[in-house]
């Protein structure tokens, strides 16, 4: 945690109280004393430094003092193809910390079907992985992410301008051309599940505009794939 993250409803004339889950953490790995400054921000708003004031049995006390801009976002839309539900949380981890800030998740043909009942889905888990990965990467802006079970529709009717203004690539280990490097343009990027894209997926992400890339010879799981590709990219 090099961030923590607080909420609005948290904050009264400048000072936040921390109770609950997130204090566990904090006296577990901070391990704070009145006096320490911490590192503070306020969902989708500043970033400043705290000043422990108070630490009891049940609550951590801050004075804060905000004056900081969270990071700009990177310039990447992430759409992903539904993964096993324990390596969605490390997904959703990953990509909110490096800024990322539109996740939609999808549905394709190589995705079993058991995976759309994980409780993973919820939204209470979504926001907490997206707040673990903000605390990591230093940034209060909540991704938005978006769960779309019907491939077609999506790639027809949303996708064109979702990936308007931009270029588009869809990670596939067949593809012939290597992922680019270094691209100083607004990307949306595509993975498929760890199987890939079956033919039909990548003709149709191909028919709007996405260009296939490889990695190589090499074949990633999805949550290695995604800060690989990433940091390639950009």
Known sequence: MNLI???????????????????EHILSFIKPAVGDTLKTGILNGSMGEGIVTDISGDKLVLTLSMHDTPPPPLPLKL?????RPKVLNRVIQHASSMGVKEIYIIKTWRVEKSYWETPMLEEENLHRQMITG???GKDTILPKI??????????EDELPAIISGGMAFAAHPAANSPCPRE???PVTLAIGP????IPYEVDALQNIGFKPVSLGDRILRVETAVPFLIGRLF
């Open 146 to 155: 978006e769960i779309r079970k019907r491939f077609k529709p999506f790639v």
């Open 183 to 185: 691209v100083n343009s």
């Open 79 to 83: 759409v992903i193809a539904m993964p």
């Open 194 to 197: 760890e199987g890939g894209f």
């Open 134 to 136: 903000l605390e990591q």
């Open 5 to 23: 993250v607080l909420y609005k409803e948290d904050i009264h004339d400048g000072v936040a109280e921390i109770t609950g889950k997130k204090l």
